[in-house]
């Protein structure tokens, strides 16, 4: 079987239609409302707008072509390097079992969007999560997966969960806060793994903990998840530092929101 | 058929065909109901790839949409047969409503509650599906149990309102107190 698998490879049926990243930020209607106004990174998860639900629907199809992505990238981790220093067998031992929750999230997924009546492939499928998870060098690929991924995963999680309790919808709220239980152990996972993979090579570390940054930067997508008021996505700071991440870390990955939203709204001006 | 008149004529940001939206929506008023001689005028304002459609008057009748609500989900910024119809047949029922007597008690939309407002599409996506259409039944509960709670109750309104023929205003009130008497 192939090793190191790129994402255009990805085996989709033809309920599902992919929308690169470039196409997805080159969006004209990215622009501000009127003129001199600001821009916002999009609507917020909340009861009282209109559209919530329908955008309760569009996050929680995009959770389910993460799982799927976070799947593969967890199942070619088993698989694209041999064990040895790099890779131990206890690695891959914990991505197996990574590959049952996601697999586990998969199904739930499917099934939550049953509940809330989202069609498989209703929406176009974004596969940055699994190119995050191409990286050659195990160590980056974990970091990129399972700290900034993973990390992802665990503030969209909690923004449907704080939904599913705003709507007093039981089935959400308590799907999305067993998935979110998960998400922590997969980055604390591979916070450990980080450590002590590289706890003699500090080099390899800080290229490991860059990249995490460069892919934190590029899930913020352009200040949509983040630590400001109007954020659609927020930081879920407790989750992630029960995760193990550090309170610098947390704040490291807040201040590279604001850059990528700054960013963002340079590019529309 | 009625006269239809879509602004803008011409996309810049989305490929949207302006004569196919105007053909769309003359077929959905006929099928709602509405006279052949009334005019319902269809603004677009492609800029804002949201999906919010409001009907903002009467006379003429006049859906105002974000671009968002008109476009496949599946391939942003081109134009949905299956949104067009969802979005007008909803709205052009809502209207037919209005202009019967036994909605006049009916507030203004701005004025409706949430759950005003859902009770009301749910009766109008049903009537949709019986002329013909096939907007999604259970997208539409999930609405409906957004505003009206998660609950045997609030389930046993919705199929009520979504087979209903010839409510009135006082029907659907009734309909969103009694969700609201077993709402947790």
Not at chain 1, 151 to 170: C, K, S, W
Not at chain 2, 140 to 168: C, I, K, P, Q
Request: charged share 30%; hydrophobic share 40%.
């Amino acid at each position: 079987m192939k090793r190191h698998m790129q994402a255009t490879e990805l085996a989709r049926d033809e309920r599902f239609v992919r929308i690169s990243t470039e196409e997805r930020f080159n969006d004209p209607r990215q622009v501000p409302r009127e003129p001199g106004s600001k821009r916002r990174p999009g609507p917020q998860l909340r009861p009282e707008r209109h559209e919530a639900p329908d955008a309760a629907r569009a996050m929680m199809h995009a959770i389910f072509t993460g799982e799927i992505q976070a799947l593969e990238g967890a199942g070619r981790t088993c698989w694209d390097f041999e064990v040895g220093a790099d890779s131990p067998f206890e690695l891959k031992l914990d991505m197996a079992r990574q590959c049952w929750d996601e697999a586990r999230h998969c199904e739930i997924s499917v099934k939550l969007g049953d509940h809330m009546g989202t069609e498989v492939g209703e929406y176009a499928e974004n596969v940055v999560l699994f190119e995050a998870a191409c990286n050659p060098d195990p160590v980056l690929r974990l970091t990129g997966v399972n700290r900034a991924l993973e990390g992802l995963a665990i503030d969209v999680f909690n923004t449907m969960r704080e939904y599913g309790q705003a709507t007093a919808d039981p089935v959400l709220e308590f799907c999305e806060d067993w998935m979110l239980a998960d998400e922590v152990t997969h980055v604390k996972m591979g916070s450990d793994w980080l450590r002590r993979l590289t706890e003699n090579d500090p080099e390899r570390r800080a290229r490991a903990l860059e990249f995490q940054r460069v892919v934190d930067k590029l899930f913020s997508a352009g200040g949509f998840r983040g630590d400001e008021d109007d954020s659609p996505v927020k930081l879920a700071r407790r989750f992630r530092e029960l995760a193990g991440f550090t309170p610098a870390e947390v704040e490291e990955i807040s201040q590279l929101s604001r850059q990528a939203r700054a960013e963002a709204d340079a590019a529309v001006r | 058929m009625a006269a239809v008149v879509v602004t803008p004529e011409a996309f810049t940001l989305v490929q949207f065909d302006a004569g196919r939206i105007a053909e769309l929506v003359a077929e959905v008023a006929g099928r709602v109901g509405l006279p052949a001689d009334v005019e319902v005028r269809v603004e677009i304002d492609e800029r804002v790839p949201l999906g919010r459609s409001r009907l903002t008057s009467l006379d003429p009748i006049t859906i105002a949409v974000q671009g968002g609500a008109f476009e496949n989900a599946k391939v942003p910024r081109t134009l949905s047969d299956r949104s067009v119809v969802d979005v007008v047949g909803r709205l052009l029922f809502r209207a037919v409503d209005r202009l019967d007597p036994a909605f006049a008690d009916a507030p203004a939309d701005e004025a409706l509650t949430l759950p005003q407002h859902t009770a009301w599409d749910a009766y109008a996506v049903g009537r949709c599906e019986r002329v013909g259409y096939a907007p999604s039944k259970p997208r539409r509960l999930y609405h409906f149990r957004n505003r009206h709670g998660f609950t045997d109750t609030a389930d046993r309104v919705f199929e009520r309102l979504w087979s209903a023929d010839g409510l009135t205003w006082a029907d659907l009130d009734a309909a969103c107190a009694e969700t609201a008497a077993t709402r947790p």
